[in-house]
């Protein structure tokens, strides 16, 4: 964020580089919502490219937004929140802080390393989405997959592909990298069933 001058304040809002590469999102709406909801909702941007948010895009905005959502189109659908400039009771902004963007992953938005239960290959899942039954859908909790834990996935990388399921157990967590598979349900599995969970069906 450039700092805020007069009624206004500069926003920047960029992709991770751990989403980049996906298919499923291609183009954004950012939202804008004012202090105690009034005025109404602003859109600040739509149709925004995910090449536009890969460099960056800084908006300017008015000091009453305090932050706001953005969500994607395209395969995936989803919207998360982002946070600017704190209301302050009598409008005076006061310190200036630094808004954080997230981008349009949902959840935390971080990749986890998982091996694949039949052949013991090395898979990397968001945390912010999953395909049920063939839809896009965002995990309620993503702080819930942690490394020893058991998660169904597919090899796709878009709900509308081909899925087949398969057990995987979680290995690393925070990693860097390019999604290559997907969740396809929210819930962890069985951990005392481990990688022989039936309802992991290849």
């Not at 953005?70 to 400039?85: F, K, R």
């Amino acid at each position: 964020m450039a700092g805020a001058t007069g009624s206004t304040y500069q926003v920047t809002f960029t992709l991770s580089p751990a989403f980049t590469g996906t298919t499923e999102a291609d183009s954004f709406t950012i939202i804008g919502k004012h202090c105690n909801g009034n005025p109404s909702d602003t859109t600040i941007a739509s149709g925004v490219s995910k090449a536009e948010l890969t460099t960056g895009m800084t908006y300017t905005i008015a000091q009453t937004i305090s932050g706001g959502t953005i969500t994607s189109t395209g395969d995936c659908t989803n919207s998360v929140n982002w946070t600017g400039l704190a209301c302050e009771g009598d409008g005076d902004p006061g310190p200036t802080p630094t808004p954080t963007s997230e981008e349009p992953t949902g959840g935390e938005g971080s990749l986890f390393q998982v091996s694949r239960c039949n052949d013991d290959s090395t898979w990397l899942i968001a945390d912010d989405i999953s395909c049920i039954e063939g839809n896009p859908s965002t995990p309620p909790n993503p702080n819930i997959y942690q490394v020893g834990e058991y998660i169904q996935m597919t090899t796709g990388t878009s709900c509308s592909s081909p899925q087949t399921s398969y057990c995987a157990l979680i290995t690393a967590v925070d990693v860097t990298g390019t999604r290559t598979g997907v969740l396809i349900k929210h819930d962890l599995l069985n951990k005392d069933k481990g990688c022989t969970n039936m309802e992991c069906v290849e």
